[in-house]
């Protein structure tokens, strides 16, 4: 069994700062991409930032030049530094992983529950 928990959410005035972080826990053998999603009420969901196994970055325009996404793969930990943040970056933000169990096993895909952000004007 394999849980990803998310933390570091929360209310911030516009101009300020929150660092996510999305722990994974269990039987794990390996993680490949991690990806940070966010979903205001009423939009879809968004896909704002990912890191692959060797840490290679993409960001959606959106976020660009503000967010940054990093891994520690000895904690098995993702995180999120968001700068500069605006009322329209608030969401749920969720991560979800590509994690191999065993080595013999293929990756699978697992989610967070997310946590709130809310930036206020």
């Known amino acids: 069994q394999v849980h990803l928990v998310e933390s570091g959410g929360g209310l911030v005035q516009a101009g300020g700062s929150l660092r996510l972080s999305c722990a994974a826990s269990?039987?794990?053998?390996?993680?490949?991409?991690i990806n940070w999603h966010r979903q205001a009420p009423g939009k879809p969901r968004e896909l704002v930032a990912a890191?692959?196994?060797?840490?290679?970055?993409n960001y959606a325009d959106s976020v660009k030049g503000r967010f940054t996404i990093s891994r520690d793969n000895a904690k098995n930990t993702v995180y999120l530094q968001m700068n500069s943040l605006k009322p329209e970056d608030t969401g749920v933000y969720c991560c979800?992983?590509?994690?191999?169990?065993?080595?013999?096993?293929?990756?699978?895909?697992?989610w967070g529950q997310g946590t709130q952000v809310t930036v206020s004007s």
């Open positions: 269990g039987t794990i053998f390996s993680i490949d991409t």
């Open positions: 890191i692959t196994s060797d840490s290679t970055t």
């Open positions: 979800n992983a590509a994690i191999r169990q065993y080595y013999y096993h293929p990756s699978q895909g697992y």
